[in-house]
């Protein structure tokens, strides 16, 4: 079983902040998978890195992937309320198919 | 593009009986699918990796005779959640991957289900 570790795992902000989310690990991953999930909804991806140290960028969003493809991060540029939800990384491993979930950040952005 | 839907969105059943999820790819082909559970305020757990026309490959822990994978078809993969619970009680999502199971996997909107 892989260590995958998010954190942090509640964040609290207010409207117009900035934060970065991290997701950190042991082992090296082929590629990465980032997601928001709403509440009674199922997860939807926002990003899918693939090469150590790649940055990619989706409106106020950017993700970025360790260059031992061991962790990455987002980071989310002055923060709205739509943004509140729990995100989620999910690594694939080398050699394998399956992505496996961290256990989520789970932010919430204050008007 | 790459739209997944569940049905039903939710479900009520009582201790004993057996329920079937649908997970229907409907703009792509799917070769792979996967099925997870999620409880109330925890991360997604891969259940199953189903593959079209061959047998599911279970994570450890789960029991295959309790929750029936069928992927008969490209576009349609069922899970039958049976003899149920209360502790089955969850959130069940499936996803499916384009270009088999080496790709991006794309999530349905999930079902709820509530076994009394």
């Known amino acids: 079983t892989q260590l995958l570790e998010q954190s942090p795992q509640f964040l609290s902000i207010q409207e117009g902040e900035n934060l970065t989310v991290y997701c950190n690990s042991s082992s090296v991953f082929s590629s990465l998978q980032w997601y928001r999930q709403e509440p009674g909804e199922g997860p939807v991806l926002l990003v899918t890195v693939v090469t150590g140290g790649e940055v990619k960028k989706l409106k106020r969003l950017t993700f970025q992937f360790g260059d031992a493809r061991k962790d990455s991060s987002l980071h989310i540029t002055a923060a709205q309320p739509g943004d509140t939800g729990l995100y989620l990384c999910?690594?694939?491993?080398?050699?394998?198919?399956?992505?496996?979930f961290g256990t989520g950040t789970r932010l919430k952005v204050l008007a | 593009g790459a739209v997944v839907s569940q049905h039903p969105s939710w479900v009520i059943c009582k201790s004993g009986t057996s329920v079937k999820i649908e997970c229907r790819s409907l703009?792509?082909?799917?070769?792979?699918m996967f099925w997870y559970r999620q409880f109330p305020k925890q991360s997604l757990m891969l259940m199953a990796t189903s593959n079209e026309g061959s047998k599911a490959t279970y994570e450890q822990g789960v029991e295959k005779d309790k929750f029936l994978i069928n992927h008969a078809s490209l576009t349609l993969s069922t899970l039958t959640v049976t003899s149920a619970h209360p502790e089955d009680s969850s959130f069940y999502i499936c996803?499916?991957?384009?270009?088999?199971?080496?790709?991006?996997?794309?999530f349905g909107p999930g079902t709820r289900l509530t076994v009394t």
């Open positions: 703009d792509f082909q799917a070769t792979t």
């Open positions: 999910a690594p694939r491993a080398s050699g394998t198919y399956k992505y496996i």
């Open positions: 996803s499916a991957s384009l270009q088999g199971a080496s790709s991006e996997q794309y």
